[in-house]
């Protein structure tokens, strides 16, 4: 086998994949969720079900539903997000997606050309800055606070591009349990959010992928309920509530978004199975479900945090998260995550440096995302131990952990 | 909802979607299939079992078998691959992609940029001709008969290029039961491709989505089984042999290929449920089931046949074709299909026009092709009936069918 490939590719291709060689063993990267919550009971009788049922219609591209999904799937989520996220809608202002990756592929490319300018959170989905830089599109992030995104930052941002005639392709932003931060983003300021997008006269783009997973309390109205202009794009995901590897997500926004958004899905529809057996759940045994998979993730969640407590000491800064699947944690300005990332890895720790989650590269290296759904709790103690020592060893830092003052020994 | 997008958008989207309305009463367009056919009881048992043996897999993207799919599917792949197409590879080989429509965004994301250079068939999928279109890449098209692409034809082009010093980015061909003209291209005309492939260094893009459902006797090897280059990069699908709405196709190619595009495909994984459940499968299971399959769409397409000769007599020229669910059907001269589609849409008759499926639009357009795995036989005949009185009232052709002259009343 000796034929080149090199000179008839692109010249701007990413790096070749590496052979998959298995899950490292202290996974703490990855949207992987609780093995044992995967409600596999109910999918297996669904998906039979629905197979003896209609399994015939699979004969058709789209079933017999049309490209915007299988109708009793969409009749699903927009009974869901009218409960949940107190957004009104029908089937027909629903676009199913495989997964929410492709709800984002689908808009940047409804929307964004080289060159243009997108605002996110200062912290950011590393999937979605690595889409708008291979896009070639500008990303400014306002910074966060406890409250996720900060308003009088975005005010402030806004009159500067104004000044400088620079209008944004649309806000990115995931209000609901932000990723990577946690944070969860109050009614007051999405008002506040809306305002300014009226006044400055851009559109929304809301990702509430972890939304569902908030621990405690009622969630606030998702932004597009707010919305009485139809400016918000919505998209959601059942990757985070029932099993990322099932590969369902979904757009809720206006006719003239949704038609073009399915002029560019030219896939022949997303996966039929997976949707016909998805819309076997209702909106009670939607939530059911999910409020016994949020208490096994708020207990990991504990774990991780006390394990870091332990072995990282004061080293490790993090707030709680509000709900979702990771933390996000600082360590000293002399750690540079990067570097930590591709020595842990080496030793099967794999965790996301914050270069990548960040659009501030300098303070982004100081920061990590540490994910704790899938692996058991006996695994993260174990790994945030032995993270702890690699840090140790690569960078000094933690000086000290679990009452032991750590040597290079 | 008063909120205006148009000025947000990219300036080159395509049209937008109509709102879908269902299919037409005479569907004759889109890779549709028999619903009788589609194993629903072998595809309901293999979900359930599937999901009860290791449904907790998947709480992880791309379960446990990384981003090349599901390693019970690619088994399955391989072993159809080696005992069909006579292709030598193992599951380290293939690249498990959501329907074939993937592994064409895949390779065409991997290798071309605006302007390049490819070769197809004259007449060729409307799917790849669009893509290719859409990306801003010439298509030169190589002339068919009965046997497929015309050998002395392409020599005779590539002798052209070399003059030019333009090289093409890679050959696109269906050898196999070619869409749209159904043919087969021999094991002779195979090896003389990849000669001439080798004189003039250039890669092969395979496409043998419709390879399975050949009629009689056996089908030649893949171009990529007789490839010692590793030049030839191969794709198929489940669509046309288990279910379309199933999104489940694949590609084997050397890993230098592999490698670039497990790097572009950022979808996190394809469906996980539709791998596990075809993975039943087993190669004397799939024989089984597509030998059922092909008996039926046989018998279809002679009932379309017939009814051509019914009611287009003479008028409508075509050739039987080898295999698949299709008839490339050539009307006289006075006939724009791109015409009669629209006219035959608003009466519920639907056809793919020659213009969109061919690299000539002179001749492209005396031409169309009409699908026949989907609609019962009734409504082929009645179809093919209403065809032919909306072309007769539209352009005078065909004068006379069914032994009766057709008249404007």
């Known amino acids: 086998m000796t034929f080149d490939y090199t000179s008839f590719f692109r010249s701007d291709l990413p790096a070749p994949a590496a052979r998959w060689s298995g899950f490292p063993r202290y996974n703490f990267v990855g949207g992987h969720n609780d093995a044992d919550q995967v409600p596999v009971d109910v999918l297996a009788d669904a998906a039979r079900d629905a197979l003896l049922r209609e399994g015939k219609t699979l004969a058709t591209y789209g079933l017999e539903s049309g490209p915007q999904g299988y109708v009793g799937l969409r009749a699903l989520i927009a ?14 202002d629903i676009l199913v997606t495989a997964g929410s990756l492709q709800a984002l592929d689908l808009v940047n490319a409804a929307f964004l050309e080289p060159g243009d300018t997108v605002i996110v959170e200062a912290d950011c989905y590393g999937g979605t800055l690595g889409r ?78 972890y939304a569902d997973l908030l621990w405690d309390g009622e969630r606030p109205p998702a932004i597009r309920a707010l919305d009485d202009e139809g400016r918000v794009i919505y998209c959601g995901s059942f990757s985070k509530s029932i099993a990322p590897a099932l590969r369902l997500g979904y757009i809720a926004a206006e ?49 991780m945090m006390s394990a870091l407590d332990e072995h990282f000491g004061t080293s490790a800064e993090f707030k709680a998260p509000k709900g979702g699947i990771f933390i996000w944690v600082t360590l000293p300005p002399a750690v540079d995550t990067t570097a930590l990332a591709q020595a842990a890895a080496e030793e099967g720790v794999t965790l996301n440096p914050g270069a990548d989650w960040s659009t501030d590269p300098v303070t982004g290296r100081q920061k990590l995302r540490l ?23 690569e960078t000094g830092i933690p000086a000290r952990s679990a009452n032991i003052e750590r040597t290079d020994a």
Chains 1, 2 share one sequence.
């Open 255 to 303: 006719w003239p978004v949704l038609s073009r958004l399915i002029a560019l899905k030219k896939d022949g529809g997303s996966g039929a199975l997976e949707q016909m057996t998805l819309a076997a759940f209702d909106v009670d045994r939607f939530d059911d479900h999910v409020t016994g998979l949020k208490r096994v993730l708020k207990e990991k969640c504990a774990v």
């Open 371 to 393: 994910c704790f759904g899938n692996p058991t709790e006996d695994t993260i103690r174990a790994g945030i131990a032995k993270l702890a020592e690699i840090c140790h060893r």
């Open 132 to 209: 708008l830089k291979a896009a070639g599109v500008r990303a400014i992030g306002i910074d966060l606070d406890d409250q996720g995104m900060r308003m009088d930052h975005l005010a402030s941002v806004l009159e500067d591009l104004k000044a400088k005639a620079v209008k944004p392709k649309f806000l990115y932003t995931i209000p609901t349990v932000q990723n990577p931060t946690g944070t969860v983003l109050p009614e007051e300021r999405r008002r506040e959010l809306l305002r300014l997008a009226s006044d400055h006269d851009f559109p929304i783009f809301e990702d509430d992928c």
């Open 79 to 92: 009974a869901k997000l009218q409960a949940r996220a107190k957004i009104a809608c029908t089937v027909d």
